[in-house]
């Protein structure tokens, strides 16, 4: 951690010294100086650092690398609070017109700088000959094997080990037992309490339960919800009718979510219930408070609704006794020998074909009897070992930092919390700091990797390597956190890739104890009263009390999670006292304005106002030449001032309300040649925007475009072509359902590209989509194809997700044997005039979910349904009354191997309105999840 810092503000004292900021004499010499004692202790850190982590260390050694670190950080702010005054500094001549105050106010400014750096040499001076009497090594001889090096750990089968994640060992019976409990027995409704201890696998065995294909048929309405220790009643009743929204398949209601009376959202689930069979998950239970407002809302219908909470209180497990029966079902640890089988499952998951090397046996056995039978313990342990050599040199080292067996008033607890220590203790210098930032999202929370990695970016955790972006890089961190099990996957992406995580409230605990021990992170209910408390600050309704340990830094990136409007002079402390911030993220917060002072915040480089209120942005964000990430997605910015194009360094410009807006941009592209992102923009009449505006962004690799006119098509692929390094594409023509979209230019499509989204009328598919032998995912609507489209698509040889929504026009859609090897997911909508599907034998083989509707004349099921073997889920929705009819007398044939079938909703294929008017809503339900 230590190292981490000094690494961190060295790289900014060479850049400073070199290029960035001139330098006064006198504080150019200061900082040269400095620079050079920062490089010396740096290689001494490393050792110091490991020494810190182990146990039984004395307090010295912590002590002195903790003061170590706060020199750092110290010597930070005093660089970034002289290049504030430097990029404030008038020129020459408006010095002479300010007066002779005015210099000598800069001259004392320059002198105290240099002073406060002079003194903080003479202090590392000093703690670099304390170290020496530590005798710490200047060099990785004594770094753990996996701390040896800096490089990035690279993982074989990663999708399979996504998926694979959440199966634990001896799961399936527990499960159908559970299962059983709730769709058969009393039709009174019913309360399942799953009892046991943190780690013992509650939470993954209640999903299951949840997510099984019996369970679904059987409720008509299910809702997951997560409590925890805090816990806001009306956001639980809100989050239970977006639950019950998504059983229905329906976008959920805006008035809903502008409720605020819990007395409300009750009649809303009472009036959306009523005689309907649901059942509801309560995860994390720990008092039985939050079950007053929910027993009003969920009546008992006598028609078998069920209840599941997980808990680890059996107290808070009969919360509703008095009104329901209760059953507790209560997990124990891991027998023996299922422990050892989970085990060797992850231990050895790469090598030896899951069996465990005669010459570690005995000490794998002893590692694993230490874990009490716990599965986060047994998971966590074996993830660390995963990571190491197979040797009995290496198997001892992690016995002797677990210690003995722990006897405590907990031994349970303390037996995870002291393998979540080893194996954060274990982690690389440069992945600690990464994997302490999860400690600003609140518990349970579902954190998105493109969210967390810039974060990780913006803040200078991720490391330059040869080659590769920063963030791509980042990506590689998120990875090997995830293959330590210290993060888990909650949700996979079409190309295997992990879409967003959560950390184990145990985890979390581990990592806001190491937080708070370090200064590097605090949760609090408010950024009026705080200052000099952490780095990095969490401003959530789940705050706590200021920490016993504190910083004299200052506050770096600051997020805010809470759901009401925060008071505005909230907002303006943040502004007002935080100048030296890198990051600040509003998601989901409802605040309406940004005030003028935005453009003090001169070291910016992270600004999220993802689904904010904020309308305009003010003009003094062209102060932020330091912005690298801007996000204004599902905001009310429509246009950008004419500032934001002179941003020499911003890579990532994410701005738009759907697939088919975008933001309009004023003013040239030509200082935004490092944009990585920019999605969505809107054209404008003027073609020099295409001709000439975008030729600059030959480092684009996600690019999204709408408002396109016909005649601009060619100009467009003129820009494409210049971007060599495009992965993900976005076309959408002024008037989709109307206007042509000209793509048919002769232009080598970018061999990287792998998603494209398509939007507008295609006389044909255009010929370079042949090319595209790297897509994984293709959306295309309201395209017009015929026939001869489908041969060509079912040709790609990496296409894993297509969407046709509104884009075919054919009467029979026919996959031929051997066609769409590779696909997994397909949507279907909108396909006016299909009144036939087949499926022969050797097509789609491996899809697994198969959605469709409306289809208002398709009367027949798809032909060839049985022969989708790996199919999950298959949807209709908004059918004719005589495909469902069609559907019911099959169903039963069809769907015996598929997980989840569900068959909703009918209408009337001759009321055209209705069907337009219900492609208009799941169209504008369906971009919204997509895009989430």
Same mark, same amino acid.
């Given at each position: 951690m230590?190292? +981490?810092?000094?690494?961190?503000v060295?790289d900014?004292?060479?850049?400073l010294?070199?290029?960035?900021?001139?330098?006064?004499?006198?504080?150019?010499?200061?900082?040269?100086?400095?620079?050079?004692?920062?490089?010396?202790?740096?290689?001494?850190?490393?050792?110091?650092d490991?020494?810190?982590?182990?146990? @039984?260390?004395?307090?010295?050694?912590?002590?002195?690398?903790?003061?170590i670190?706060?020199?750092?950080y110290?010597?930070?702010?005093?660089?970034?609070?002289?290049v504030?005054?430097?990029?404030?500094?008038?020129?020459?001549?408006?010095? /002479?017109?300010?007066?002779?105050?005015s210099?000598?106010?800069?001259?004392?400014?320059?002198?105290?700088?240099?002073?406060?750096?002079?003194?903080?040499?003479?202090?590392?001076?000093?703690?670099?000959?304390?170290?020496?009497?530590?005798?710490?090594?200047?060099?990785?001889?004594?770094?753990? %094997?996996?701390?040896a090096?800096?490089?990035?750990?690279?993982?074989?089968?990663?999708?399979?080990?996504?998926?694979?994640?959440?199966?634990?060992?001896?799961?399936?019976?527990?499960?159908?037992?559970?299962?059983?409990y709730?769709?058969?027995?009393?039709?009174?409704?019913?309360?399942?309490?799953?009892?046991?201890? #943190?780690g013992? #696998?509650?939470?993954?065995?209640?999903?299951?339960?949840?997510?099984?294909?019996?369970?679904?048929?059987?409720?008509?309405?299910?809702?997951?919800?997560?409590?925890?220790?805090?816990?806001?009643k009306?956001?639980?009743?809100? %989050?239970?009718?977006?639950?019950?929204?998504?059983?229905?398949?329906?976008?959920?209601?805006?008035?809903?979510?502008?409720?605020?009376?819990?007395?409300?959202?009750?009649?809303?689930?009472r009036?959306?219930l009523?005689?309907?069979?649901y059942?509801?998950?309560?995860?994390?239970?720990?008092?039985?408070?939050?079950?007053?407002?929910?027993?009003?809302?969920?009546?008992?219908?006598?028609?078998?609704?069920?209840?599941?909470?997980?808990?680890?209180?059996?107290?808070?497990?009969?919360f509703?006794? @008095?009104?329901? +029966?209760?059953?507790?079902?209560?997990?124990?640890?891991?027998?023996?020998?299922e422990?050892?089988?989970?085990?060797?499952?992850?231990?050895?998951?790469?090598?030896?074909?899951?069996?465990?090397?005669?010459?570690?046996?005995?000490?794998?056995?002893?590692?694993?009897?230490?874990?009490?039978?716990?599965?986060l313990?047994?998971?966590?342990?074996?993830?660390?070992?995963?990571?190491?050599?197979?040797?009995?040199?290496?198997?001892k080292?992690?016995?002797?930092?677990?210690?003995?067996?722990?006897?405590?008033?907990?031994?349970?607890?303390?037996?995870?919390?002291?393998?979540?220590?080893?194996?954060?203790?274990?982690l690389?210098?440069h992945?600690?700091?990464?994997?302490?930032?999860?400690?600003?999202f609140?518990e349970?929370?579902?954190?998105?990797?493109?969210?967390?990695?810039?974060?990780?970016?913006a803040?200078?955790?991720?490391?330059?390597?040869p080659?590769?972006?920063?963030?791509?890089? @980042?990506?590689?961190?998120?990875?090997?956190?995830?293959?330590?099990?210290?993060?888990?996957?909650?949700?996979?992406?079409?190309?295997?890739?992990?879409?967003?995580?959560?950390?184990?409230?145990m985890?979390?605990?581990? &990592?806001?104890?190491?937080?708070?021990?370090?200064?590097?992170?605090?949760?609090? +209910?408010?950024?009026?009263?705080?200052?000099?408390i952490?780095?990095?600050?969490?401003?959530?309704?789940?705050?706590?009390?200021?920490?016993?340990?504190?910083?004299?830094?200052?506050?770096r990136?600051?997020?805010?999670?809470?759901?009401?409007?925060?008071?505005?002079?909230?907002?303006?402390?943040?502004?007002?006292?935080?100048?030296?911030l890198? +990051?600040?993220?509003?998601?989901?917060?409802?605040?309406?304005?940004?005030?003028?002072?935005?453009?003090?915040?001169?070291?910016?480089?992270?600004?999220?106002?993802? =689904?904010?209120?904020?309308?305009e942005?003010?003009?003094?964000?062209?102060?932020?030449?330091?912005?690298?990430?801007?996000?204004?997605?599902? %905001?009310?910015?429509?246009?950008?001032?004419?500032?934001?194009?002179?941003?020499?360094?911003?890579?990532?410009?994410?701005?738009?309300?759907?697939?088919a807006?975008?933001?309009?941009?004023?003013?040239?592209?030509?200082?935004?040649?490092?944009?990585?992102?920019?999605f969505?923009i809107?054209?404008?009449?003027d073609?020099s925007?295409?001709?000439?505006?975008?030729?600059?962004?030959?480092?684009?690799?996600?690019?999204? &475009?709408?408002?396109?006119?016909?005649e601009?098509g060619?100009?467009?692929c003129?820009?494409?072509?210049?971007?060599?390094?495009?992965?993900?594409?976005?076309?959408?023509?002024?008037?989709?359902?109307?206007?042509?979209?000209?793509?048919e230019?002769?232009?080598?499509?970018?061999?990287?590209?792998?998603?494209l989204?398509?939007?507008?009328?295609?006389?044909?598919?255009? =010929?370079?989509i042949?090319?595209?032998?790297? /897509?994984?995912?293709?959306?295309l609507?309201?395209?017009?194809l015929?026939d001869?489209?489908?041969?060509?698509?079912?040709?790609?040889?990496?296409?894993?997700?297509?969407?046709?929504?509104?884009?075919?026009n054919?009467?029979?859609?026919?996959?031929?044997? #051997?066609?769409?090897?590779?696909?997994?997911?397909?949507? /279907?909508?909108?396909?006016?005039?299909? =009144?036939?599907?087949?499926?022969?034998?050797?097509?789609?083989?491996?899809?697994?979910?198969?959605?469709?509707?409306?289809?208002?004349?398709?009367?027949?099921?798809?032909?060839?349904?049985?022969?989708?073997?790996?199919?999950?889920?298959?949807?209709?929705?908004?059918?004719?009354k005589?495909?469902?009819?069609?559907?019911?007398?099959?169903?039963?044939?069809?769907?015996?191997?598929?997980?989840?079938?569900?068959?909703?909703?009918?209408?009337?294929?001759?009321?055209?309105?209705s069907?337009?008017?219900?492609?208009?809503?799941?169209?504008?339900?369906?971009?919204?999840?997509?895009?989430?």
């Amino acid at each position: 951690m230590a190292e +981490s810092a000094v690494s961190l503000v060295f790289d900014k004292l060479l850049s400073l010294v070199t290029q960035e900021v001139k330098l006064q004499k006198g504080v150019h010499d200061e900082v040269v100086g400095v620079k050079d004692e920062l490089e010396v202790i740096r290689a001494v850190l490393k050792d110091a650092d490991s020494k810190a982590e182990k146990e @039984g260390i004395g307090e010295g050694v912590k002590v002195l690398v903790n003061q170590i670190r706060e020199e750092a950080y110290r010597i930070e702010d005093v660089i970034d609070d002289y290049v504030l005054h430097v990029a404030r500094r008038p020129d020459y001549r408006c010095q /002479l017109l300010c007066g002779i105050d005015s210099l000598i106010t800069t001259c004392i400014l320059r002198h105290e700088i240099a002073s406060e750096i002079k003194d903080i040499k003479s202090s590392l001076l000093d703690l670099k000959n304390r170290g020496q009497a530590f005798q710490f090594i200047s060099s990785n001889q004594g770094a753990s %094997s996996s701390n040896a090096g800096r490089g990035l750990m690279h993982h074989p089968r990663l999708s399979s080990l996504f998926c694979e994640e959440a199966e634990l060992v001896g799961i399936e019976s527990r499960r159908d037992e559970l299962i059983s409990y709730l769709v058969s027995g009393v039709s009174q409704r019913k309360v399942i309490a799953v009892v046991g201890m #943190g780690g013992v #696998g509650k939470t993954t065995l209640a999903k299951k339960v949840f997510d099984s294909h019996r369970v679904i048929e059987h409720f008509r309405y299910h809702a997951w919800i997560t409590v925890s220790q805090s816990y806001d009643k009306t956001e639980l009743l809100r %989050s239970m009718l977006k639950g019950f929204y998504k059983a229905k398949n329906e976008p959920f209601p805006d008035k809903i979510v502008k409720m605020e009376k819990d007395e409300e959202l009750i009649g809303e689930i009472r009036e959306m219930l009523r005689q309907e069979r649901y059942l509801v998950v309560f995860d994390d239970v720990w008092e039985i408070g939050f079950w007053g407002n929910m027993e009003l809302a969920l009546l008992d219908h006598d028609n078998g609704s069920r209840i599941l909470a997980t808990t680890r209180n059996e107290a808070a497990a009969r919360f509703c006794r @008095g009104s329901s +029966s209760v059953h507790v079902h209560r997990i124990d640890p891991l027998p023996e020998k299922e422990a050892w089988e989970l085990f060797c499952k992850k231990a050895f998951r790469f090598q030896s074909q899951g069996q465990c090397p005669e010459d570690l046996e005995e000490l794998s056995r002893d590692i694993v009897k230490r874990c009490g039978g716990l599965p986060l313990a047994i998971v966590a342990v074996s993830g660390l070992l995963a990571t190491k050599e197979k040797s009995v040199q290496e198997w001892k080292k992690v016995i002797g930092g677990l210690g003995g067996s722990a006897i405590v008033s907990d031994p349970y607890i303390a037996i995870v919390t002291s393998i979540l220590s080893l194996s954060y203790g274990d982690l690389p210098y440069h992945l600690k700091s990464c994997f302490l930032y999860f400690g600003m999202f609140p518990e349970d929370f579902s954190i998105k990797r493109r969210r967390i990695i810039q974060l990780w970016v913006a803040n200078g955790l991720v490391e330059e390597q040869p080659g590769m972006t920063l963030e791509e890089v @980042g990506q590689e961190y998120f990875i090997e956190l995830i293959c330590r099990s210290l993060v888990q996957v909650d949700e996979v992406g079409v190309k295997g890739l992990p879409k967003t995580c959560r950390v184990h409230d145990m985890v979390r605990d581990v &990592i806001l104890s190491k937080s708070e021990e370090l200064s590097l992170c605090h949760v609090s +209910s408010s950024c009026l009263t705080f200052e000099g408390i952490a780095r990095h600050l969490s401003i959530s309704n789940r705050g706590s009390n200021p920490p016993t340990s504190s910083t004299r830094s200052q506050t770096r990136s600051i997020m805010v999670f809470d759901k009401a409007m925060p008071q505005k002079a909230t907002v303006q402390v943040t502004f007002a006292k935080f100048k030296l911030l890198t +990051s600040l993220d509003f998601e989901d917060c409802p605040i309406d304005h940004l005030p003028n002072e935005l453009g003090n915040l001169l070291h910016l480089r992270y600004l999220n106002l993802r =689904n904010t209120d904020v309308e305009e942005l003010p003009r003094s964000i062209g102060k932020l030449q330091n912005l690298e990430s801007l996000d204004l997605r599902f %905001s009310l910015v429509k246009e950008l001032p004419v500032e934001i194009s002179d941003f020499p360094k911003l890579k990532h410009l994410l701005a738009h309300g759907g697939y088919a807006t975008g933001l309009k941009i004023k003013g040239s592209f030509k200082h935004l040649e490092f944009l990585q992102t920019l999605f969505t923009i809107k054209v404008e009449d003027d073609v020099s925007f295409l001709n000439e505006g975008l030729q600059v962004l030959t480092k684009t690799t996600k690019f999204g &475009i709408c408002n396109l006119k016909r005649e601009q098509g060619g100009y467009l692929c003129t820009v494409l072509e210049k971007m060599t390094s495009l992965q993900s594409l976005l076309v959408y023509s002024v008037n989709h359902q109307v206007e042509i979209l000209d793509l048919e230019s002769e232009f080598s499509p970018p061999i990287q590209l792998q998603s494209l989204w398509l939007g507008g009328q295609l006389d044909r598919l255009p =010929n370079w989509i042949s090319k595209l032998h790297n /897509l994984s995912k293709l959306i295309l609507s309201y395209s017009n194809l015929m026939d001869d489209s489908v041969e060509v698509l079912q040709a790609l040889p990496n296409l894993k997700s297509l969407v046709l929504f509104g884009a075919y026009n054919g009467k029979r859609l026919h996959f031929e044997g #051997g066609g769409f090897q590779k696909l997994k997911y397909l949507y /279907l909508a909108g396909l006016y005039y299909l =009144n036939e599907m087949l499926i022969d034998e050797g097509a789609l083989p491996l899809l697994e979910r198969l959605e469709m509707g409306p289809c208002p004349m398709l009367k027949e099921v798809p032909s060839g349904l049985e022969n989708l073997r790996y199919l999950e889920v298959l949807s209709f929705a908004g059918m004719t009354k005589k495909f469902n009819k069609r559907w019911s007398q099959q169903e039963s044939k069809i769907s015996r191997h598929v997980r989840i079938h569900r068959s909703e909703g009918t209408y009337d294929p001759d009321d055209k309105a209705s069907f337009e008017a219900w492609m208009k809503r799941k169209f504008g339900e369906w971009k919204k999840r997509r895009f989430e």
